[in-house]
């Protein structure tokens, strides 16, 4: 079957007959490339380059296009002589689909990490930056390095990203054409650069500067590899970054202890509605394993009440109390080791339930987290307050241009759609799939199952056919293991555990040996492909190990060349023996939630036209049947179920099951889009918000003139100030006495007129009062010099700016925890979080104008050198609650925050020793600013209640 009849075969004839005509086309370079030297080549791209570079922004999307051809038709000749692989016209096509913005699924073995280069390098021409997103920090470092010698050869530079990286590194990474790293990585980088003090603390942009001096945005073009897994799979949890410790650790032991006492039942099924409210429990809880939902019962409630020492747990001044039982039940009840966590180096380590890896850095929320750490009996790391948050599909949204590549992408192509507008395209494969999918076998228990597995994966291993067992936890990869070590059945365990995944590469490359026999939790996104009959430079790496020589020593290549070829003919005798056995056995122990993660171990199977077969067996006790689809099951099986000569269960492989569980997994599906859509919903609108605080706070660190802005927002917060103060129309009913308080509390006393009641008329006022803050602003102005009073405006804005930032995402959390609770007043919560967090926003940055016209007033500024005489300002009378306290500013080498004040004078120069920013004429210039804060209730301890009256702890809102 030629490519072309396979693409209409799947509804694409339109599209691929156009992909067809390009490839034509690339192909037709290919004669006068192969006579062409590798300079020739790099001078062919460098002039591509110079052509889409020369263009205005506007027009580079065509002339990418218009260049197209022949930048594929080069890659495709560099990968030739450089990779000693030639591209496929399939992984032409799944380039063009990549540059198209689109997502290609390409089956596993059809190398897409190639196919990826195409794009990258076309969409590199354009030099402003490429994005190349990983699932780990090891393949983003492996694919970088594989790739290295095309990029090379092409002229294009490769930077990798690495946690825990040095700045100068990652800001050097970021400024290369292509930047490979992982999706974390990429976000929480976004979020710290917008955190920074300094433009030169920013690392995104790497120095890539605009034409007009501002730095150049760097989300041009992302390319994710496995996107399903980062998009779809890990877009439930947001990246935080998060700040001093909130809550003491010892609540979380203690309720860890009174998990423990209590007793879960359940309520009987099928109970008639009107008897509910007589029920009386025998039981203290009830959890919902399908939702992860606990509810405590009156005895259970009492319980807690006798334990802790209270009266009533729900009275007010208990409330968190509430959170902490609740959580330290879903620890005990809901959570399990080494399924959902695991304890490694005495830390709590969450668990990826679709890839089965450790995510690092990854801690449940709401104080889920100390809960478990508290029943583990390890160090509690106390929660901490939100500083900056965004969720992966906002992030991914922010690129002008977005594609990915995975295995598995159809059954979530309308999510794909609906969120980030990326059509999947089904991209055909070099050769027929030739891999049998065998039908489940239902058995009804567990114990059966497992006699089954462990039977069919010793008949395999025994005619020398390598099994890839794919389980969906640490537990029960390792139970497996025990039953096939009593078997005498040779084995190796690939899980989250750190000593097996260290050695992930090396697991996986061996598993096509034959007999081999591998168990693996989860297969999505290990980016190795299995072999048939093993992996001769593995296996010769493997060797030159053992004789204590690595890559990069003298005569490592030589040695390499040496030993090579006779492993390569082993190799080939052991692909024979697998052939014949029918290639690997794949052997899935339970159904996933998702059906694109079932799709993914199959899919190990079958590479570039291998043999292969694979076969599920489920039991009706696995938790996706029994919470999804067990009634229906246990009646098919209860009819249908019986025992061989052996007395082993019977399997069962009716057409009925094997759709019930389809559609229990279709149902999870289903399910988990919500949750997704929903964060994202919420996230939404802190979205929209974000961006005006960023693209704010960007504009001050860029050093852009803020004087006309400031004396405009000053006008706003003196007009916001009279409408407070004279709500109607009538002069009589005016608190003018107020208003010259809060007046006095933000501006000058010079400001405060004298009032004349019977003459009075609001817009007359506001306009004299606007009149007399320009002109005070203006002698402010004239005082400092216009350098020093820009310079001091970006110091106040940004500090200003991150503070009331921090406080208004503590705010958000708060409103988001209790939304929900308006649904019981029939309110659409969502709806509600929309008109409060707009208010909430409104507020915020009213305070933050509010709070600079008080600072940018009253701040006394010394030059270094001067004697200083700081001025005490008394708070007034009836102060304002959101007023700082006294505040005063002295200046000083080595005084506080001395980068801040620079950076906003030189827009990110280099800092001197002495903390002054020089100037081109080497003079030093910028004073140094310190802010010292002295408040009239700082002997209010921090757990006391606030002054202000907000019903918060002192430490959560003015001690903040």
Known sequence: MGLLDRALNIGESKQFRQYEKRVA??????????????????????????????????????????VLPECFAIVREVGKRKMGMRHFDVQLIGGMVLHGGQIAEMKTGEGKTLTGTLAVVLNSLAGKGVHVVTVNDYLAQRDAEWMKPLYDACGVTVGVLQNMQPYEDKRAAYACDVTYGTNSEFGFDYLRDNMAQTMEEKVQHGGRIAEDGRPLAMHFFGLVDEVDNILIDEARTPLIISGAPEQAADLYVQFAKLARTMQSGKRPEGMDPRTKKEFVADFDFEFDEKHKTVSVTEQGVEKAERF?????????????????????????????????????DGEVKIIDEFTGRILDGRRWSEGLHQAVEAKEGVR???????????????????????????????????????????????IPTNRPVARQDKNDQVFKTKEGKWSAVTREIAARHEKGQPVLVGTISVEVSELLGARLKQRGIPHTVLNAKPEYAEREGEIVAEAGQPGAVTIATNMAGRGVDIKLGGNAEHRAMLELRKLGLKPGDPDYDERLEQILPALEEQVA??????????????????????????????????????????????????????????????????????????????????????????????????????????????????NEQRRVVYAYRDEVLEGKDMGPVAREEIDGVIRRMVDEHTPSDYVEEWDLEGLAVALNDVFPAELVPEVDDESMDREELITSLQEKSRELYDAREAELGEELMRALERYLLLQIIDQRWREHLYDMDYLREGIHLRGFAQIDPLVAYKNEAFDLFTDLMNSVWSDFARMVFHVEVQVEGQEATPEQYEPS??????????????????????????????????????????????????????????????QLGRNDPCWCGSGRKYKKCHGA
């Open 25 to 66: 086309r690339i192909a037709d370079f290919e004669p006068e490339l192969e006579l062409e030297s590798d300079e020739e080549l790099r001078a062919r791209m460098d002039d591509l380059r110079d052509h889409v570079r020369s263009v205005a922004d506007k027009d580079q999307a065509a002339a990418l296009d218009d």
């Open 308 to 344: 802790l020492g209270i009266d009533h747990l729900y009275r007010a001044e208990n409330g968190h109390l509430v959170n902490h039982l609740h959580q330290s039940l879903k620890a005990e009840a809901l959570y399990k080791k080494d399924v959902d966590y695991a304890v490694v």
């Open 380 to 426: 509690i790391q106390e929660e901490n307050q939100t500083l900056a948050s965004i969720t992966l599909q906002n992030y991914f949204r922010m690129y002008s241009k977005l594609a990915g590549m995975t295995g598995t992408a159809l059954t979530e192509a309308t999510e794909f759609m609906k969120i980030y507008k990326l059509p999947v395209v089904q």
């Open 573 to 686: 005798a052991d692909r024979e023996k697998v052939m014949e056995a029918g290639g690997l056995f794949i052997c899935g122990t339970e159904r996933h939630e998702s059906r694109r993660i079932d799709n993914q171990l199959r899919g190990r199977a079958g590479r570039q036209g291998d043999p292969g077969e694979t076969r599920f067996f489920l039991s009706a006790e696995d938790d996706l049947v029994r919470l999804f689809a067990g009634d229906r099951i246990y009646k098919i099986l209860d009819r249908l179920g019986t025992l061989d000569d052996e007395g082993n269960e019977e399997p069962i492989e009716a057409g009925m099951l094997t759709k019930q569980i389809e559609k229990a997994q279709r149902k999870v599906e289903e399910q988990n889009f919500l949750i997704r859509k929903r964060v994202l919903e919420y996230d939404d609108v802190m």
């Open 877 to 938: 009378a009836g102060r304002s609650q959101t007023r700082p306290g006294n505040v005063q500013y002295s200046g000083g080498v080595g005084t506080a925050q001395p980068s801040a004040l620079a950076a906003a004078a030189g827009a990110g120069t280099a800092m001197a020793p002495d903390g002054y920013a020089p100037e081109d004429d080497g003079q030093l210039h910028s004073p140094v600013v310190e802010q010292r804060v002295v408040d009239e209730h700082d």
